[in-house]
């Protein structure tokens, strides 16, 4: 029965919550040298065992290629570990000599972390890696369509926490996911924050859970190529970004906004290394098949060029790398303006820049508000003024925004939760990082007095009695008594 099931859950939830807790409270009392050993030794088991938990990904929901997705579990067990190893997150973390602030790092305790279908082990990785780097206890709760190899990669780097000295539970997963579980686990006294990746619905239930919660927003990211750009660079950084894992990163391309003056030769040198631009008839068909229910096909999530058409009912070569499709519209009755989790692309022809920042604005309302933008242009002053009050969070130049927006090929920090401010109804536009998972004490010493300023009481009484005589409502003597009894009844 249905009902036995979800108890089943329930009841799982709060077992790994109770273990969680306990392993919380005695992660709490670690060392700054304890804690980097346990994520050091997590690193390196999440790094040996890439490969083969990326095929069990594959294996189980068919979305992406195993030689991309082994590239996310590395980047989670290598690029984000590099960026957080050498971070203070226990104790005393800063001291303002100055100031005389001092800052103490304390954990939340027990995180809960909600794990989407389409980068599954990967982001157990990275969400286990920042947890315990800021002395964390977390519990997953896995996407129904990725639950074993969720499981698989959350027993992996709780058995290299535990080799390590980390307390049993410190890393916990549900085995039996169902949405009554999922609420629980979001719900429950033990849990102290929320780390949600998933779908729009799954994201706010989490902020409706009374819990604080860190939650991400759609990509539907715009990418301008002005008449600057460097042609060929930027359509391989664009290809490849585009088609990394099939696409199923939300940092990934949507839309193209090229440059009138540019089109034709953008457009060859899509051709030349490997895209399918789609006519009339293809874009229909592919396009009936992209949007259901108002999103995103789910059949068309992190499926191949080929596979896509398939699906459609066209052909393509066997060598194409993306289907890219020219429109001139933005909304619902136009798919290819969706956020497409597939290697497809919409391409616009903007007359000049400031029809190419109203696009890529246009777009982003659409559906990636506060997300990640691209720009592929030579010119600085170009740069500075096409990011100017744009709604996005992540402002990638020459680069793709797939690798761009994670950190993988930019200076910010590596991640795979990507805030998108109050813009896309999140609480930061940051990349979320361990640095977002502890509470911040500051001790502040005394450094002067405040001065508050004394007024002599005769002074207030004069100046009061002589307004009040002026209004003619009380006598001299009945003013300075009521006045007096006042002053008194403030000193206390």
Known sequence: MMIDTDLQSIQEVRDALDQADAAARELALYSQEQIDSIVKSMAQ????????????????????????????????????????????????????????????????????????????????????????????????????????????????????????????????????????????LMSHRITRLILATGGAQMVKAAYSSGKPAYGVGPGNVPVYLHESADIP???????????????????????????????????????????????????????DSLVSNGGLSAALVGKSPQAIADIAGIIVEAGTKVLIAEEDGVGKTYPFSFEKLAPVLAMYTAKDQQEAEELCTTLLQFGGLGHTLGIHAESEAVVESFCRNKPASRIVVNAGTTFGGIGATTGILPSLTLGCGALGGNITSDNIGPQHLFNTKRVAYGIKEMEVPQVATEQVVTEAVSHAQSAQLFSKDELKELIRSVLVELKG
């Open 45 to 184: 088991a999440a790094g040996e065992a890439a490969a083969r938990l990326a095929a069990l990904a594959v294996e189980e929901t068919g979305f992406g290629n195993v030689p991309d997705k082994t590239a996310k579990n590395m980047f989670a067990a290598r690029d984000v570990y590099a960026a957080i190893k050498e971070m203070k997150t226990v104790g005393t973390i800063h001291k303002d000599a100055h100031k005389k602030v001092w800052e103490i790092a304390q954990p939340f305790g027990v995180i809960a972390a909600i794990i989407p279908s389409t980068n599954p082990t990967s982001t157990v990785i990275y969400k286990a890696l920042i947890a315990l780097k800021a002395g964390n206890a977390i519990v997953f709760s896995p996407h129904p369509n990725a639950a074993r190899c969720t499981l698989e990669a959350a027993r992996v780097m709780q058995a290299a926490a535990e080799r390590a000295g980390a307390p049993k539970g410190a890393i916990g997963c549900v085995e039996k996911p169902t949405l009554a579980a999922t609420n629980e």
């Open 233 to 287: 660079a930027a359509v391989r950084r664009i290809i490849q970004s585009k088609t990394f894992d099939n696409g199923t990163i939300c940092a990934s391309e949507q839309a193209l906004i090229v440059d009138q003056r540019i089109r034709h030769k953008v457009i060859a040198e899509f051709k030349r290394q490997g895209a399918a631009f789609l006519d009339d008839h293809e874009k229909k068909r592919v396009g």
